[in-house]
């Protein structure tokens, strides 16, 4: 509410970018669930370079994607209810983001992808900043409550 007891307008676009930040996050909890999920027959059709990469990556890697992405989750459900504990939800789900995205760096054979796939990580953290930005706006503007 603002100064005169009324409650903010909240604009349509703010609409469009929460339900679009779900869809997002939804999508990412697919993707978790899918490779967490994969059997040794599905890791075995994957090209080679994929299978290594899949093979490296440490058991915190997973640890930070499940943060990353049930906490987003529940950070844009946050947006779509206004919440005003969505931006701390969509803020813990960026550090989760970057945390396991840094197995790039830290892990040598995560490295040996031959395809576009390191695109990835860089748009994913991106978006991930923008739902968290998002966030932080609709809060100062008082969107959240």
Known sequence: MDEAGTEPVVPVWYWAAA???LLFE???CYFYFAEVTMSRAEIMSLPLDQRQMLAARPSWYY???GVAVWVGLVGAGGLLWR???ADRMLLASLVAVVVQF???FIVPEMR???S???LGPVIIIIISYGIWQLARLAKRRGWLR
Do not use: M, R
Request: charge should be neutral; avoid cysteine.
């Open 112 to 114: 040996l992808v031959t």
């Open 63 to 65: 640890a930070a994607f």
């Open 26 to 28: 939804l999508l990412g």
């Open 116 to 118: 576009d796939a390191l």
């Open 19 to 21: 339900i679009g930040a």
């Open 102 to 104: 840094s197995a790039i």
């Open 83 to 85: 919440k005003s504990w």
